[in-house]
């Protein structure tokens, strides 16, 4: 939850400072997640502007390189004087994943409504993105996309069409997450080209506050029914954050004889803590579990036959696996077994 001020441009709407209110609940399993969000600003004149976006989806195993999804998405805006608008559309990607990195492919259809009347949505996605390191603290995602939205109105001719190319990069730091955004728009039938630019700092002040100051521009979302916006906002965020940890893991072991594939957790720096393999004699180690959101991480070989990866991991039980020089996902030998999902198995961790 956010709650801050912001000076707001919007059409339809004087540029004007707005006390803000904005929420996000999420949740992600490892063959599905869910997730909304809304936010709302309102003048000192008791006028308002506002959104609500709740989305849904349903993943392959992740244990497989090429992975589909099927995403379904509705969404309402608002705005003082005028009628609101919603919006529906379910997508399909096919995402190709490997330890730093994967591109994606894909489209999909709907509908937005205002004023009674409903137009038609279609999308054409592709993009990708590189982790710059094995931690995933910073990241790098860019993605191409072509619209072909149906104007709410009683003429069907009414038709908006354009191509977008966005680029991010983002910091994911133990206190300070950073996130900036480009982007251009191309209106072929206009031969109008519109650009678009925004940043946030997010300042953790504890494990369940922060501070959150954002600037940029918004381009107007045809396929939602959402008109263009200029922003500048400060906010303090109340949420849920891993806390520091400190000390030693403590890994519980299921006794075996053979050394090879064992996996240890102990402390690390700055809440990191360090993930071991002891796998001698090998070109590659992998690594997944639901502390790397079920996405295969490469880990780094040491002389001495250990292969090791840093992650920020919570208390607890995790499931993991490992993969050894590209061949199937497996149980490390020193962990107790469960089946998953998917009919196959994992090990279990614990730690405290």
Do not use: C, K
């Amino acid at each position: 939850m956010d709650l801050g001020a912001a000076f707001l441009q919007q059409p339809g709407l004087t540029a004007t400072n707005v006390l803000t209110a904005a929420s996000q609940l999420a949740y992600t399993a490892a063959s599905y997640s869910f997730a909304t969000n809304g936010v709302l600003a309102v003048t000192p004149q008791n006028r308002y502007t506002g959104q609500g976006v709740l989305t849904g989806s349903l993943y392959a195993p992740a244990t497989r390189r090429l992975r589909w999804e099927l995403t379904g998405v509705t969404s309402a805006f608002g705005l003082s004087g005028a009628a609101p608008s919603f919006a529906w559309q379910a997508m399909a990607r096919e995402h190709a994943t490997w330890s730093l990195g994967g591109v994606f492919l894909g489209g999909g259809g709907g509908q937005v409504a205002q004023r009674g009347f409903a137009g038609s949505i279609a999308t054409a996605q592709a993009g990708g993105f590189l982790r710059l390191d094995a931690l995933g603290r910073d990241e790098l995602s860019a993605a191409l996309a072509y619209s072909d939205a149906g104007l709410p109105a009683a003429s069907r001719a009414a038709r908006a069409r354009y191509t977008d190319v966005v680029g991010y990069w983002a910091h994911h730091g133990e206190w300070i997450e950073l996130s900036l955004g480009v982007g251009a728009r191309s209106h072929p039938r206009d031969s109008l080209v519109e650009s678009w630019a925004s940043g946030s700092a997010t300042f953790w002040l504890s494990p369940r506050a922060a501070l959150v100051a954002s600037a940029g521009r918004a381009l107007a979302d045809e396929t939602r029914g959402v008109p263009s916006v200029r922003y500048l906002s400060v906010a303090l965020r109340f949420g849920w954050r891993p806390a520091r940890q400190t000390g030693a893991l403590l890994v519980r072991h299921a006794p075996r004889d053979d050394d090879g594939g064992r996996l240890d957790i102990r402390g690390g720096t700055d809440s990191l803590r360090v993930v071991t393999v002891r796998q001698p004699n090998v070109s590659s180690v992998e690594i997944m579990g639901d502390f790397t959101d079920w996405e295969p991480v490469a880990m780094a070989g040491m002389p001495n036959g250990e292969w090791r990866v840093e992650r920020v991991i919570a208390p607890g039980p995790h499931r993991v696996a490992i993969r050894v020089d590209g061949g199937p996902w497996r149980v490390p030998p020193n962990l107790p077994r469960v089946a998953d999902d998917f009919g196959g198995e994992v090990g279990i961790v614990i730690v405290p």
